[in-house]
C-alpha cells in the first residue's frame, strides 16, 4: 500500500539554525498538509498547499516557516531560525481529494537545544 | 470553544471485550467529515475511519465502526474485540468543508487493553 515518507525521523539542531523537513506524499495525490504534536499534546494543523500555493495556514504557522515543493515528489518544511517551543513531532499528510481522508507519515520528532 | 472533544483521557478494557471511545464535536458547517486515528507509542498516525456529514449509515472498517449521532453532534468510536495491539492513543478530528480543509483533533484517549 503505498504510504507518506517522511525524512529524517528525528532532526537534533541548535537554536536558532534552521531546519528543513522532508516529505514524499503519496504519488498521486494533490493536497498537501504539515500538522505538529508537542509533546503530550493534540496534533495541530499548521499549513495546506495545492496547486503549487498554500491553500490554509494556521496561526502557528508564522513568518519562520515556510512550505515548499521543489520537484514532482518532494513537500518540505522549513523553519528559518529554530526556538526551543519549536520541538515536537512534526507530520505530512497527503490526500487525493481534499474531502478524503489524510494519510500521515510517520513523522520527524524535531529536537531544539 | 473546542471543535472537538474528548472527554475520557484514559480507557481500561479487557482482551476481546468490545470498547467505545468518545468524541463530540462542534460546527456549524453542514457539510464536515469525522475521522479517527491511532497513534502507537511508535508516534505514528495511523488512519482507522472516516464518517462524511451526509452519510446516512455508520461507517465500518472491520473491528472499528463509527457510531454516528449527528442530532447530538457525537461521533464515538467503537472497537470489538479488543487485542492487545490495540493498546494506543486514539484521536478524534474533523474537516469543516466551508472552513478550509484543516483537520482539528480532539486531544486524544489513551487506550490500555489488558489480558
Known amino acids: 500500500e503505498p504510504e507518506v515518507t517522511q525524512t529524517p525521523s528525528h532532526q537534533v539542531t541548535q537554536m536558532g539554525q534552521e531546519v528543513i523537513l522532508r516529505c514524499v506524499p503519496i504519488s498521486n495525490h494533490l493536497y498537501f498538509y504539515w500538522y505538529r504534536q508537542i509533546l503530550g499534546q493534540k496534533v495541530e494543523f499548521l499549513v495546506s498547499f495545492y496547486n503549487n500555493e498554500i491553500s490554509e495556514k494556521s496561526e502557528i504557522f508564522d513568518d519562520q516557516f515556510s512550505v515548499e515543493r521543489p520537484d514532482g515528489s518532494n513537500f518540505t518544511l522549513k523553519i528559518r531560525s529554530t526556538k526551543l517551543e519549536d520541538s515536537a513531532m512534526y507530520f505530512c499528510?497527503?490526500?487525493?481529494?481534499?474531502?478524503?481522508?489524510?494519510?500521515f507519515g510517520d513523522g520527524t520528532r524535531l529536537s531544539i537545544l | 470553544a473546542q471543535k472537538i472533544t474528548q472527554t475520557q483521557p484514559g480507557m481500561f478494557v479487557q482482551e476481546k471485550e468490545a470498547v467505545t471511545l468518545d468524541c463530540t464535536y462542534d460546527?456549524?458547517?453542514?457539510?464536515?467529515?469525522l475521522f479517527w486515528y491511532k497513534q502507537p507509542s511508535s508516534g505514528e498516525m495511523i488512519f482507522l475511519i472516516y464518517?462524511?456529514?451526509?452519510?446516512?449509515q455508520n461507517a465500518t472498517e472491520g473491528r472499528y465502526s463509527l457510531n454516528f449521532q449527528k442530532a447530538r453532534k457525537s461521533a464515538n468510536l467503537v472497537i470489538s474485540a479488543s487485542q492487545l495491539g490495540d493498546s494506543a492513543m486514539y484521536f478524534c478530528a474533523m474537516r469543516e468543508d466551508y472552513s478550509g480543509y484543516a483537520l482539528n483533533f480532539g486531544k486524544g484517549t489513551s487506550l490500555l487493553v489488558t489480558p
Open positions: 499528510a497527503s490526500t487525493g481529494e481534499s474531502n478524503q481522508p489524510q494519510h
Open positions: 460546527t456549524s458547517d453542514q457539510s464536515y467529515g
Open positions: 464518517q462524511g456529514s451526509y452519510d446516512e
